[in-house]
């Protein structure tokens, strides 16, 4: 039976692994953050810069956390990272900010989105959020009933999206190379740090997803080496073809149309090809969108499941069915329906960026406290660099929501704190329980 059990098929193979970071990183930040970037920074250079600093800025994060799936393999993302790491309480508060921010709010962000690029093909009224909704359930539906039908759909969808997107970079590109390869023109656009710092906060819940596939690892073929090798490709994969997008966005219509515009890809697309090509951009938005809250239907509630075989949420969500928690898939899909009726995609976005930072800045120091002060201290240098460089940017984009978006900076700090005392109270039931079972049994 051990034997059996290690063997067993797992749901996902290294391309799903691949696909799932693919997935869920790109949605609809890369279509909307550039022209809110553009705003703020004033120059296309400076945009395309921050993109690459954003890129760089996850492949800092990815080298810690392809280190740490490799080191303890099992799922649960940040949750088991900082149990393992720093405290069993601040692996609760990640575990809580991965439910809120980490799933629950991208995926209503996510829908709300889709259904208002769907509106733009279908043509119809996007007022109360029942398409977004629809869309959740039915997904939710899928992996929950039929999760190998769902790994399925995601990994064709994935195909597709990318496909989508090359072609909108070759549509673009000859325009992206007249922009840069015509006679300069005077920029009178100052570098503004703060500026910077703020747009970063946007592009940081672009590249968000980065680090999908540490939340299934026990559900990935190869564990813990797959997965390394899956976030690093995905993350380089996604960094290409962010720039590709940015580019084409940031040069193929003027400045004035583009600055400050959430649809800034629909602008861009407008402006290559017309309606025409306005129309199915807004239909790769939807399907983009679509297959990143497909992936973080798949990936959130094995994050709630481990939680739940810890003591740290209700049993019931620990259930599996096979060896999928279709419990917590079904719980993840009410939560998500509830947030698409009470809150505005400005709103969760801005919360999200903000939230999701700070967690992954504790697993950077996680990881650097076992490096220098567990049992067999090393120093790795490109490890070591990268750690520095994300608490570097982690820091900054704090600070500039701080000053910038402090609404944001307040609800994450709310969370945290929530977080804490979660874990305080289920210690205290635990320890209570033990307690009376020991009496008993004496």
């Keep these: ?68 799936a490799k080191r303890f393999p099992q799922s ?45 093909v279908g043509g119809f009224e996007t007022g109360a959020p029942w398409f977004a909704s629809a869309l959740i359930v039915l997904l939710a539906a899928l992996h929950a ?8 759909f995601l990994n064709v969808a994935v195909a597709i999206k990318i496909a989508a997107i090359l072609a909108f970079i070759v549509l673009g590109a000859p325009h992206v190379a007249q922009a840069i390869g015509g006679p300069p023109t005077v920029d009178g656009s100052a570098f503004s740090l703060l500026a910077f710092g703020g747009s970063l906060v946007w592009i940081s819940y672009a590249y968000s997803g980065w680090n999908a596939a540490v939340y299934v690892t026990g559900d990935v073929e190869g564990g813990g080496d797959a997965v390394r090798r899956a976030l690093y490709l995905g993350t380089a994969l996604v960094i290409a073809l962010y720039l590709g997008v940015s580019a084409v966005i940031l040069y193929s219509a003027p400045r004035e149309a583009l600055a400050g515009v959430a649809d800034s890809g ?6 290559l090809g017309g309606v025409r090509a306005e129309e199915g951009l807004s239909a790769l938005i939807a399907l983009a969108l679509a297959t990143s809250a497909s992936s973080m239907l798949l990936s959130g509630p094995r994050v709630y499941a481990q939680m739940a075989r810890d003591g740290a949420l209700p049993a019931i969500l620990g259930r599996l069915h096979g060896e999928h928690p279709r419990i917590a898939i079904i719980a993840q899909a009410v939560l998500c329906v509830a947030v ?86 289920s210690a205290r039931l635990r320890a209570n329980v033990t307690s009376t079972s020991g009496a008993t049994s004496e």
């Excluded at 869920?24 to 930040?29: F, L, R, S």
């Excluded at 629909?266 to 402006?271: E, H, I, S």
């Design 145 to 152: 009933g039929a999760p190998e039908t769902g790994v399925r």
């Design 266 to 271: 629909a602008v861009a697309a407008r402006a």
């Design 1 to 68: 039976m051990t034997h059996q059990a290690a063997r067993r098929r797992r749901l996902l193979d290294y391309r799903g692994a691949i696909a799932l970071v693919v997935a869920n990183t790109i949605g609809t930040g890369v279509f909307t953050t550039s022209g809110f970037a553009l705003a703020d920074l004033g120059s296309p250079g400076f945009v395309l810069l921050a993109w690459l600093v954003g890129g760089l800025y996850a492949l800092s994060g990815v080298a810690i956390y392809a280190d740490l």
């Design 76 to 120: 649960g993302g940040e949750y088991a990272f900082l149990r393992q790491t720093l405290h069993p309480a601040l692996g609760t508060a990640a575990g809580w900010i991965s439910l809120v921010a980490g799933f629950t709010a991208p995926i209503a962000a996510a829908a709300l989105g889709a259904e208002l690029y769907a509106a733009r």
């Design 340 to 425: 698409v009726w009470s809150a505005s995609l400005r709103e969760l976005l801005e919360f999200v960026g903000v939230t999701l930072s700070v967690s992954a800045g504790a697993v950077i120091v996680g990881w650097l406290r076992q490096e220098f002060l567990g049992s067999t201290p090393r120093i790795r240098i490109f490890l070591l660099g990268a750690a520095i460089v994300f608490l570097a940017a982690t820091t900054g984009i704090v600070v500039a929501a701080i000053i910038m978006r402090p609404g944001s900076a307040v609800a994450a700090t709310m969370l945290i704190c929530f977080g804490l005392a979660a874990h305080s109270v």
